[in-house]
């Protein structure tokens, strides 16, 4: 069975840092690509970022040089250093984790920014 697991989420000050981390079982994690979505009210999910098997990484341009993403693939897990918050970023932030045509999503973890 596969489980993602994200946590971190919390209300913060606009200007603060949050790290949110994805605990991942089930699967070969390092052959997966890991990617943070975020779904905010009223719109769609967006990718945020993500992190293939080897490493390349690849950000929203709304979150460069602000967010990023890393992975360690001894302890199944996936994170994201979120600095420089603004409240455009509150949004429920989802772990993904795909192989090829294959993909699985956690249940989200909510991110309040207040300004």
């Known amino acids: 069975q596969v489980q993602l697991v994200e946590s971190g989420g919390d209300l913060v000050q606009a200007g603060g840092s949050l790290r949110l981390s994805c605990a991942a079982s089930g699967i070969i994690f390092s052959l997966h690509t890991m990617g943070w979505y975020r779904q905010a009210p009223g719109k769609l999910r967006e990718l945020v970022a993500a992190?293939?098997?080897?490493?390349?990484?690849n950000y929203a341009d709304s979150v460069k040089e602000r967010f990023t993403i890393s992975r360690d693939n001894a302890k199944n897990t996936v994170h994201l250093q979120m600095n420089y918050l603004k409240p455009d970023d509150t949004a429920v932030y989802y772990c993904n984790a795909r192989y090829f045509t294959q993909g699985y999503w956690g249940k989200g973890t909510l991110v309040t920014v207040s300004s």
């Open positions: 992190i293939t098997s080897g490493g390349s990484t």
